[in-house]
């Protein structure tokens, strides 16, 4: 009987298998644990499980100030100031419309941004209560 796979836990039967996080896998058990893609090239792992590179970084990499959510190394980002934002999440808080590179901003707090049509039409916050 082999020795069982660190991914299912069955026995390997198999004539071949994997050395992975210094245990027996199943060729087939290496996956992310996140997409359950197959990991043939590199891996990433946390707590005895295994990650592909984006869900790794996803889970455990930097957090984009607009949606709390990880970012991963293929993600587009803006960068304003010291933080990062997914392309997505960096948007006008009044309008919703995605805020380009270079275009003027009104920074509202480190997180929210008001784009300047908006803020010229007077939609932002009062500047004597903030509301």
Sequence with gaps: ???P???CNKP????FLLNV???GWHA???RCCECHQPLADKCFSRESKLYCRNDFFRRYGTKCSGCGQG???S???RKPRDKVFHLNCFTCCI???QISTGEQLYVLDDNKFICKDDYMLGKGPHPMTGE
């Design 28 to 30: 087939t058990c290496v």
């Design 1 to 3: 009987m082999g020795d």
């Design 21 to 23: 996080l210094e245990r």
């Design 5 to 7: 796979c660190a991914g």
């Design 71 to 73: 970012i991963a190394p």
């Design 95 to 97: 309008c919703r419309k």
């Design 75 to 77: 993600d587009l980002v």
């Design 12 to 15: 390997i039967l198999d004539k």
